[in-house]
C-alpha cells in the first residue's frame, strides 16, 4: 500500500492541511468535513486553500466541483457521516480503499454521477440496498475485501454501463440475482469468496459478450460444465471451489488462458476431452482441474500448451498411465500430478523444464531413480509415497538448503550425503532409506565419535561389515528394522489384541470408555482411502491400546495420542471425551464436513471413528511440533497440558535423547512472520471462505503447529460444534491471557470472528515480543498481561521496546513495529474496532520480508 497503520496520518496530513477554512456549502467545505469526522489529526489542518490544488483531488475544468476524490490507504476509521462527500454532486471518481470505514452515509447513494467506485479492504459490514440502482453512469464498483452480507441486490439490473463489478471476499449469500444479466457490458465479474449458493441464472453463459474474467471461486455454487458454453470472449475462468458438475468439455473456448476448475465434482473421460481443433492450446497459460473427479488418460495434447506455466491436475481418479509428454513445455513454473496414478520411470526431458519451481508427483507408482534435474528455480519438490528407487542425486541434495520444500519420504532410496542431518532424515526422508554405511554421517548411527583418531577407520570398516552381514540376515528371515520402540510394542500388540469390549482407559485426568463390543466391527473412516478396511481394533494397535506411552496431550477435548495406521498413515489421534450433544448420525455429518474443509495452513482432518458415545477425530501429524513449545524453547518431548504438540524426541542406542533442532528457525524474523501470515490465512479461510462461517472459539500459540515443511497449521477449528452445547461456556471463556474483552464478565457473550481477530493479536504480540501471554517478565511496567503491556508501548510510540531480543536483528525493526501495531488493532476493547482477519491478511503482506532477510 505504501502507508504504515499509523504512518498514513502524517500522509493525510499533509494532503489536506489546506481545508480548515472552507467555505459552507462548496464542495471543499464537505472533504473538509469529511476529514474532520474521519480522521484523528483533523486539528492540524490549520491554513485555507483550494481543495483542487491537494494531490488525491482532480476538479473541472472551472476548478468549483470536485470530479475525483482518492483516499486510499490514509487511515480512515470510522463511518462516514452524512453530509459530506456525498453532497460532491459531480464526483465521477471516489477511491476510498485501504482504510478502516465501518459503514456509509444514508444520502451515499445519491452521488449518481458516480462512473467509478472503489470501497475495497474496509470494514463496511451492512447489506447492499436497491439504492444501488442510482448509480445509473456506474463503469467499475469494487466493494472487495469487506464484510458486506445478505443478497447481491436485484437493482444491480440498473448498471447498464458496468464493465468490472468485484465483490470478492465479502459474506454475500443466496443466489446470484438474475438482474446481472441486463449488465451486459461487463469485462470482468469477481464474486470469489462468498457464501454465494444455487444455481447461475439461466442464460449466464450467453449474455456477456464482452466479458473476459470471471472468478466465482470459493462459494457453493452449483451448476453444470454447460452454464459456460456461450462464453466466447472469455480469457481467464476461476469457478474452483464450488459444486459444478458435468464434463470439463464443454468449459474450454479457443480464447481460454487462464482455466481453474479446481475443487469441484466434474467427472468422466478426460482422455475423451481432447477439445476440438478450434481451441488452441497455445494460448493456455494456467490449467487447475485439481480435485474433481477426471478418468480416463491426462490430455494427449498437453505438449502442444508451450506457453503453459502452471499445470495442476492433482487427486483425481486417472486410470495408471505413464508420465505425460511435458518436453515441450519450457515455460513451466509449476506442476503438481500428485496422486494422477502415474507408472512407470520420471521422464529424463524433466530436467529441461528450467524455470520449474514446484513439482508435485507424491502419491503415484513412478519406479527408477529422480533424474539428476538442472532447473535452478527449484523451491518445492515432493516425491514422497512413490516406489522410486536409487541415490538421490547430488544436483538435488545439493539445492536443499536453498529449498523451501522437499519431501523424498516412503520410496527405496539409497541415501549417502554427509550432508543431511537426522533430524532433516527425520522428517523429509521418511520410510525405508537405506543409508550408505561408509559414506554417511556418523551422526545418523547415533554413536558417539571415537577418542582416538588412530582407529577411526579401522572401526568404520568394522562397523560397515557388521551391518552388511546382519543385513543378509534380515533379509533372509523377511524382518524388517523398526527404529522406534514403540513401534515395535505397537505391532506385537495386535499379535494379542483383545477384540471384544467395552474398552476403558485411563490418562492423567481422565478415564474414557469406549463402549463397543466387538473392536473389529467399528469403522474407521479415512477421507483420502476409502477403500482401507481400518477398524477400531486398527486405532488399538496403532496406539497400543491407547497406552501412556503414545499420549501427546490432553486438552479441553480430551486425551491426543500418536499412532501409525495400515498403510503408513501417521496420525495423532483426539478423543473427544466430552458427552456431546449431537446424535451418532449428526456428529459424522459434521465431521464429515469438517474433512472436506482444506486448506495450506488447517491441521488437515484425515478420519474419524464413531465408538460408542466417544468421537474420535484422526488428524495428521504435526512433525515440527507447536509454536508454544518452539516459541518459549521448550523440549520438544515436553507436553503442555492444553495442546497436542509433536514428540519429535528419539530415543538412541544408548538411550539417549536428540532434537532436531527445528525451533531454532523462530531465531528470524522472516520465520515469525510467515507464521503470522499463515495463521491470519487460516482463520481468513474460516470466516470469509467456508459457509457457514466457522469461529474457531480458542485460537493460541499451541494450536498453531509446524509440518514437516514447517508451514504453519492452524487446529482444532470446528470441534466445538460437535458438542452442541456441550461445551460452549467454556470454550467462549478461552485460554488465559487470550480472552477477549467481551468475555471478562459472567453473561459471557456469544463467540463471533471479532473475538478470534482478539485471540490472533495476542498470538501476534508474543511472535514479535517472544513473551507469554500471562506471567512473563514485562520490562519496566507493572502490566499483567501481555497485551496491556504492548498495548501501552504502542499508544506511548514506544513499540520498538517490546521486539524480542532474539530478532531484533534479522529483519528491519518498522516491520516488526508495524506488526505490532497490527496486533495493537486486533486486541482493541470493542470488537467493532477490530479489524476482519482478511485485513489483516492484507496488513501483513505489506510487511512481508523479502527473501535476503
Given at each position: 500500500?505504501?502507508?504504515?497503520?499509523?504512518g498514513?496520518?502524517?500522509?493525510?496530513s499533509?494532503?489536506f492541511?489546506?481545508?480548515?477554512?472552507?467555505q459552507?456549502?462548496?464542495?471543499?467545505?464537505?472533504?473538509?468535513?469529511?476529514l474532520?469526522?474521519?480522521?484523528?489529526?483533523?486539528?492540524?489542518?490549520?491554513?485555507?486553500?483550494?481543495?483542487?490544488?491537494?494531490?488525491?483531488?482532480?476538479?473541472?475544468?472551472?476548478?468549483?466541483?470536485?470530479?475525483?476524490?482518492?483516499?486510499?490507504?490514509?487511515?480512515?476509521?470510522?463511518?462516514?457521516p452524512?453530509?459530506?462527500?456525498?453532497?460532491?454532486?459531480?464526483?465521477?471518481?471516489?477511491?476510498?480503499?485501504?482504510?478502516n470505514?465501518?459503514?456509509?452515509?444514508?444520502?451515499?447513494?445519491?452521488?449518481?454521477?458516480?462512473k467509478r467506485?472503489?470501497?475495497?479492504?474496509?470494514?463496511?459490514s451492512?447489506?447492499?440496498?436497491?439504492?444501488?440502482?442510482?448509480f445509473?453512469?456506474?463503469?467499475?464498483?469494487?466493494?472487495?475485501?469487506?464484510?458486506f452480507?445478505?443478497?447481491?441486490?436485484?437493482?444491480?439490473?440498473?448498471?447498464?454501463?458496468?464493465?468490472?463489478?468485484?465483490?470478492?471476499?465479502?459474506?454475500f449469500?443466496?443466489?446470484?440475482?438474475?438482474?446481472?444479466l441486463?449488465?451486459?457490458s461487463?469485462v470482468?465479474?469477481?464474486?470469489?469468496?462468498?457464501?454465494?449458493?444455487?444455481?447461475?441464472?439461466?442464460?449466464f453463459?450467453a449474455?456477456?459478450?464482452?466479458?473476459?474474467?470471471?472468478?466465482?471461486?470459493?462459494?457453493?455454487?452449483y451448476?453444470?460444465?454447460?452454464?459456460?458454453?456461450?462464453?466466447?470472449?472469455?480469457?481467464?475462468?476461476?469457478?474452483?471451489?464450488?459444486?459444478?458438475?458435468?464434463?470439463?468439455?464443454?468449459?474450454?473456448?479457443?480464447?481460454?488462458?487462464?482455466?481453474?476448475?479446481?475443487?469441484?465434482?466434474?467427472?468422466?473421460?478426460?482422455?475423451?476431452?481432447?477439445?476440438?481443433?478450434s481451441?488452441?492450446?497455445s494460448?493456455?497459460?494456467?490449467?487447475?482441474?485439481?480435485?474433481?473427479?477426471?478418468?480416463?488418460?491426462?490430455?494427449?495434447?498437453?505438449?502442444?500448451?508451450?506457453?503453459l506455466?502452471?499445470?495442476?491436475?492433482?487427486?483425481?481418479?486417472?486410470t495408471r498411465q505413464?508420465f505425460?509428454?511435458?518436453?515441450?513445455?519450457?515455460?513451466?513454473?509449476?506442476?503438481?500430478?500428485?496422486?494422477?496414478?502415474?507408472?512407470?520411470?520420471?521422464?529424463?526431458?524433466?530436467?529441461?523444464?528450467l524455470?520449474?519451481?514446484?513439482?508435485?508427483?507424491?502419491?503415484n507408482?513412478?519406479?527408477?531413480?529422480i533424474?539428476?534435474?538442472?532447473n535452478?528455480?527449484?523451491?518445492?519438490?515432493?516425491?514422497?509415497?512413490?516406489?522410486?528407487?536409487?541415490e538421490?542425486?547430488?544436483?538435488?541434495?545439493?539445492?536443499?538448503?536453498?529449498?523451501e520444500?522437499?519431501?523424498?519420504?516412503y520410496?527405496?532410496f539409497?541415501?549417502?550425503?554427509?550432508?543431511?542431518?537426522?533430524?532433516?532424515?527425520?522428517t523429509?526422508?521418511?520410510?525405508?532409506?537405506?543409508s550408505c554405511?561408509?559414506a554417511?554421517?556418523?551422526?545418523?548411527?547415533?554413536?558417539k565419535?571415537?577418542?582416538?583418531?588412530?582407529?577411526?577407520?579401522?572401526?568404520?570398516?568394522?562397523?560397515s561389515?557388521?551391518?552388511?552381514?546382519?543385513?543378509?540376515?534380515?533379509?533372509?528371515?523377511?524382518?524388517?528394522?523398526?527404529?522406534?520402540?514403540?513401534?515395535?510394542k505397537?505391532?506385537?500388540?495386535?499379535?494379542?489384541?483383545n477384540i471384544?469390549?467395552?474398552?476403558?482407559?485411563?490418562?492423567?485426568?481422565?478415564?474414557?470408555?469406549?463402549d463397543?463390543?466387538?473392536?473389529?466391527?467399528?469403522?474407521?473412516?479415512?477421507?483420502?482411502?476409502?477403500?482401507?478396511?481400518?477398524?477400531?481394533?486398527?486405532l488399538?494397535?496403532?496406539?497400543?491400546?491407547?497406552?501412556?506411552?503414545?499420549?501427546?496431550?490432553?486438552?479441553?477435548?480430551?486425551?491426543?495420542?500418536?499412532?501409525?495406521?495400515?498403510?503408513?498413515?501417521?496420525?495423532?489421534?483426539?478423543?473427544?471425551?466430552?458427552?456431546?450433544?449431537?446424535?451418532?448420525?449428526?456428529?459424522a455429518?459434521?465431521?464429515?464436513?469438517?474433512?472436506?474443509i482444506?486448506?495450506?495452513?488447517?491441521?488437515p482432518?484425515?478420519?474419524?471413528?464413531?465408538?460408542?458415545d466417544?468421537?474420535?477425530?484422526?488428524?495428521d501429524?504435526?512433525?515440527?511440533?507447536?509454536?508454544?513449545?518452539l516459541?518459549?524453547?521448550?523440549?520438544l518431548?515436553?507436553?503442555?497440558?492444553d495442546?497436542?504438540?509433536?514428540?519429535?524426541?528419539?530415543e538412541?542406542?544408548?538411550?539417549?535423547?536428540?532434537?532436531?533442532?527445528?525451533?531454532?528457525?523462530l531465531?528470524?524474523?522472516?520465520?515469525?512472520?510467515?507464521?503470522a501470515?499463515?495463521?491470519?490465512?487460516?482463520l481468513?479461510?474460516?470466516h470469509?471462505?467456508?459457509?457457514?462461517?466457522?469461529?474457531?472459539r480458542?485460537?493460541?500459540?499451541?494450536?498453531?503447529y509446524?509440518?514437516?515443511?514447517?508451514?504453519?497449521?492452524?487446529?482444532?477449528?470446528?470441534?466445538?460444534?460437535?458438542?452442541?452445547?456441550?461445551?460452549?461456556?467454556?470454550?467462549?471463556?478461552?485460554?488465559?491471557g487470550?480472552?477477549?474483552?467481551?468475555?471478562?464478565?459472567?453473561?459471557?457473550?456469544?463467540?463471533t470472528p471479532?473475538?478470534?481477530?482478539?485471540?490472533?493479536?495476542?498470538?501476534?504480540?508474543?511472535l514479535?515480543?517472544?513473551?507469554?501471554?500471562v506471567?512473563?517478565?514485562?520490562?519496566?511496567?507493572?502490566?499483567?498481561?501481555?497485551?496491556?503491556?504492548?498495548?501501552?508501548l504502542?499508544?506511548?510510540?514506544?513499540?520498538?521496546?517490546?521486539?524480542?531480543p532474539?530478532?531484533?536483528?534479522?529483519?528491519?525493526?518498522?516491520?516488526?513495529?508495524?506488526?505490532?501495531?497490527?496486533?495493537?488493532?486486533?486486541?482493541?476493547?470493542?470488537?467493532s474496532?477490530?479489524?476482519?482477519?482478511?485485513q489483516?491478511?492484507?496488513?501483513?503482506?505489506?510487511?512481508?520480508?523479502?527473501?535476503?532477510?
Amino acid at each position: 500500500m505504501g502507508f504504515g497503520v499509523f504512518g498514513s496520518i502524517l500522509v493525510l496530513s499533509l494532503f489536506f492541511k489546506p481545508l480548515a477554512s472552507q467555505q459552507p456549502n462548496t464542495d471543499g467545505f464537505f472533504v473538509a468535513e469529511f476529514l474532520k469526522n474521519m480522521s484523528v489529526t483533523y486539528s492540524e489542518f490549520n491554513f485555507s486553500g483550494s481543495v483542487c490544488s491537494l494531490q488525491g483531488v482532480t476538479c473541472d475544468a472551472d476548478k468549483e466541483n470536485v470530479v475525483e476524490l482518492r483516499a486510499s490507504g490514509l487511515g480512515l476509521s470510522g463511518p462516514i457521516p452524512d453530509t459530506t462527500i456525498s453532497k460532491l454532486s459531480k464526483l465521477q471518481s471516489l477511491d476510498l480503499s485501504y482504510n478502516n470505514i465501518t459503514s456509509l452515509p444514508s444520502d451515499f447513494w445519491s452521488l449518481s454521477s458516480l462512473k467509478r467506485l472503489n470501497l475495497s479492504s474496509n470494514q463496511i459490514s451492512e447489506s447492499l440496498t436497491n439504492n444501488i440502482g442510482n448509480f445509473g453512469q456506474l463503469e467499475v464498483i469494487d466493494f472487495s475485501s469487506n464484510n458486506f452480507s445478505g443478497e447481491i441486490p436485484e437493482a444491480i439490473s440498473s448498471l447498464t454501463r458496468l464493465q468490472v463489478l468485484n465483490l470478492a471476499e465479502n459474506m454475500f449469500e443466496h443466489n446470484i440475482p438474475s438482474g446481472i444479466l441486463q449488465c451486459q457490458s461487463l469485462v470482468s465479474i469477481d464474486l470469489s469468496s462468498n457464501q454465494l449458493n444455487g444455481s447461475l441464472p439461466d442464460r449466464f453463459g450467453a449474455v456477456f459478450p464482452k466479458l473476459k474474467t470471471l472468478n466465482l471461486a470459493g462459494n457453493n455454487i452449483y451448476g453444470r460444465d454447460s452454464d459456460f458454453s456461450g462464453m466466447k470472449s472469455i480469457t481467464s475462468l476461476n469457478i474452483s471451489g464450488n459444486q459444478f458438475q458435468g464434463s470439463v468439455m464443454g468449459v474450454f473456448h479457443e480464447q481460454l488462458k487462464v482455466i481453474d476448475l479446481s475443487r469441484n465434482q466434474f467427472q468422466g473421460h478426460i482422455s475423451q476431452v481432447q477439445f476440438n481443433s478450434s481451441y488452441n492450446w497455445s494460448n493456455l497459460v494456467y490449467l487447475d482441474l485439481s480435485e474433481n473427479r477426471l478418468s480416463g488418460e491426462i490430455f494427449q495434447k498437453l505438449n502442444q500448451a508451450q506457453n503453459l506455466k502452471h499445470l495442476n491436475l492433482a487427486h483425481n481418479r486417472f486410470t495408471r498411465q505413464k508420465f505425460p509428454q511435458i518436453g515441450m513445455l519450457l515455460g513451466l513454473e509449476y506442476m503438481n500430478l500428485s496422486k494422477t496414478s502415474l507408472v512407470g520411470h520420471i521422464p529424463a526431458e524433466i530436467s529441461e523444464l528450467l524455470n520449474l519451481n514446484t513439482l508435485d508427483i507424491s502419491m503415484n507408482h513412478l519406479v527408477g531413480r529422480i533424474p539428476s534435474l538442472r532447473n535452478k528455480n527449484l523451491q518445492v519438490l515432493d516425491v514422497s509415497n512413490n516406489n522410486l528407487s536409487g541415490e538421490i542425486p547430488s544436483s538435488i541434495l545439493k539445492k536443499i538448503p536453498h529449498m523451501e520444500k522437499y519431501n523424498f519420504s516412503y520410496n527405496n532410496f539409497t541415501l549417502c550425503a554427509l550432508e543431511i542431518s537426522s533430524g532433516t532424515l527425520k522428517t523429509k526422508f521418511i520410510g525405508s532409506v537405506d543409508s550408505c554405511p561408509i559414506a554417511a554421517n556418523p551422526i545418523l548411527f547415533r554413536k558417539k565419535s571415537a577418542k582416538h583418531s588412530g582407529t577411526k577407520l579401522a572401526l568404520v570398516l568394522t562397523f560397515s561389515m557388521i551391518c552388511l552381514l546382519a543385513g543378509l540376515l534380515f533379509l533372509a528371515f523377511g524382518c524388517r528394522r523398526k527404529t522406534k520402540m514403540w513401534a515395535v510394542k505397537q505391532a506385537s500388540y495386535k499379535e494379542e489384541q483383545n477384540i471384544s469390549g467395552p474398552f476403558s482407559f485411563q490418562t492423567d485426568s481422565t478415564t474414557w470408555v469406549a463402549d463397543v463390543k466387538q473392536a473389529t466391527s467399528v469403522q474407521v473412516v479415512i477421507f483420502e482411502k476409502p477403500l482401507l478396511n481400518i477398524t477400531f481394533a486398527d486405532l488399538l494397535a496403532a496406539t497400543s491400546n491407547f497406552d501412556r506411552g503414545t499420549l501427546l496431550a490432553e486438552g479441553k477435548f480430551g486425551p491426543v495420542y500418536r499412532g501409525f495406521l495400515p498403510g503408513g498413515i501417521h496420525v495423532a489421534v483426539k478423543v473427544l471425551v466430552v458427552g456431546s450433544t449431537l446424535t451418532d448420525q449428526e456428529a459424522a455429518r459434521e465431521l464429515e464436513y469438517l474433512g472436506r474443509i482444506k486448506h495450506p495452513n488447517l491441521v488437515p482432518l484425515t478420519g474419524y471413528c464413531i465408538a460408542g458415545d466417544q468421537r474420535i477425530a484422526i488428524y495428521d501429524y504435526m512433525e515440527n511440533g507447536n509454536l508454544q513449545n518452539l516459541l518459549y524453547d521448550l523440549p520438544l518431548g515436553l507436553q503442555r497440558t492444553d495442546d497436542w504438540s509433536t514428540d519429535t524426541w528419539e530415543e538412541d542406542d544408548n538411550n539417549g535423547i536428540q532434537n532436531d533442532g527445528s525451533e531454532a528457525l523462530l531465531t528470524t524474523w522472516r520465520f515469525r512472520h510467515k507464521i503470522a501470515l499463515g495463521t491470519a490465512r487460516a482463520l481468513a479461510f474460516l470466516h470469509h471462505g467456508c459457509s457457514p462461517p466457522i469461529i474457531h472459539r480458542d485460537v493460541k500459540a499451541s494450536s498453531v503447529y509446524l509440518d514437516y515443511n514447517l508451514e504453519p497449521r492452524l487446529s482444532d477449528f470446528g470441534l466445538a460444534k460437535i458438542f452442541g452445547n456441550g461445551l460452549d461456556e467454556e470454550i467462549a471463556r478461552g485460554s488465559p491471557g487470550y480472552v477477549p474483552p467481551e468475555f471478562s464478565t459472567s453473561d459471557y457473550d456469544t463467540p463471533t470472528p471479532k473475538s478470534d481477530v482478539y485471540c490472533f493479536g495476542v498470538v501476534l504480540f508474543e511472535l514479535i515480543t517472544g513473551k507469554k501471554p500471562v506471567g512473563d517478565d514485562y520490562p519496566d511496567e507493572k502490566e499483567e498481561n501481555l497485551v496491556t503491556w504492548v498495548r501501552g508501548l504502542v499508544r506511548k510510540n514506544q513499540a520498538s521496546r517490546a521486539i524480542d531480543p532474539k530478532i531484533r536483528d534479522t529483519g528491519p525493526d518498522h516491520q516488526m513495529e508495524e506488526a505490532l501495531k497490527i496486533g495493537y488493532l486486533c486486541t482493541a476493547d470493542l470488537s467493532s474496532k477490530r479489524p476482519t482477519m482478511q485485513q489483516i491478511v492484507g496488513l501483513l503482506k505489506d510487511i512481508e520480508p523479502t527473501a535476503n532477510l
